[in-house]
């Protein structure tokens, strides 16, 4: 697959949730995410946060219930690590660093309902997601399976702010370009490269232009 090809695939996700049309209320969240990206594999598998980069990217939600809302979300970010941090690599010399451009299309759930237009005292809830995605690495192209959770606030005035730590589960080995020998040792991310997200969402909720309160006409 070509690169610009591919390119335009990742964007695809954002665009058909942006086609959304609301009749009777607001619905639609867009902003930004920002944070610190980071890998698991062979060099490291279970440390948080192992040499993070910044990520950045976009965020598009469509609210079908105060406890339920899907998303579409782009993100272009670092990936690096290096096998001198790892005890079962033998060659110590061995080193990435690479740029991921990813998008996914996620289901989300909030433990309680959660309006940003309605509530004037604040409002917080812990929620879970997962979905799908596909990424750009160099001239690789990733289907992955995104999944996390966070908390949300929102201060009202159609506002929300959320901390949110994602995993991206991939199903190859192209991230670190590196794959361990086939041994009776299994660790849990053996031959499989993940990436990780952990950082900041900040979402508006739009006003829908095409409705009009009956008291207003």
């Known amino acids: 697959m070509k690169k610009n090809t591919s390119t335009k695939i990742l964007f695809l996700l954002i665009l058909s949730f942006a086609g959304f049309k609301v009749n009777s209320q607001d619905r639609r969240d867009f902003g930004i995410q920002a944070g610190a990206t980071y890998y698991y594999g062979e060099f490291n598998e279970i440390l948080p946060l192992y040499s993070p980069s910044f990520g950045l990217g976009v965020v598009f939600r469509y609210n079908i219930l105060p406890q339920f809302s ?44 959660f309006n940003p237009i309605s509530e004037r005292k604040g409002s917080l809830t812990p929620y879970v997601n997962a979905g799908i995605g596909v990424a750009e690495l160099g001239s690789s192209f990733l289907i992955h399976i995104p999944f996390g959770g966070g908390l949300k606030y929102t201060p009202g005035q159609r506002h929300t702010f959320a901390f949110e730590w994602r995993l991206h589960k991939t199903f190859n080995d192209l991230i670190d370009d590196y794959s361990s020998p086939n041994d009776s040792r299994k660790p849990f991310l053996h031959n499989n490269d993940w990436f990780s997200f952990m950082g900041l969402i900040y979402t508006y909720r739009l006003p829908n232009n095409n409705y009009i309160c009956p008291a207003y006409r």
């Open 70 to 113: 899907i998303r579409a979300s782009a993100i272009y970010a670092g990936i690096k690590g290096s096998s001198s941090t790892s005890n079962i690599i033998p060659d110590p010399n061995i080193t990435f660093s690479k740029n991921i451009i990813g998008a996914e299309a996620i289901a989300e759930f909030n433990f309680r309902k």
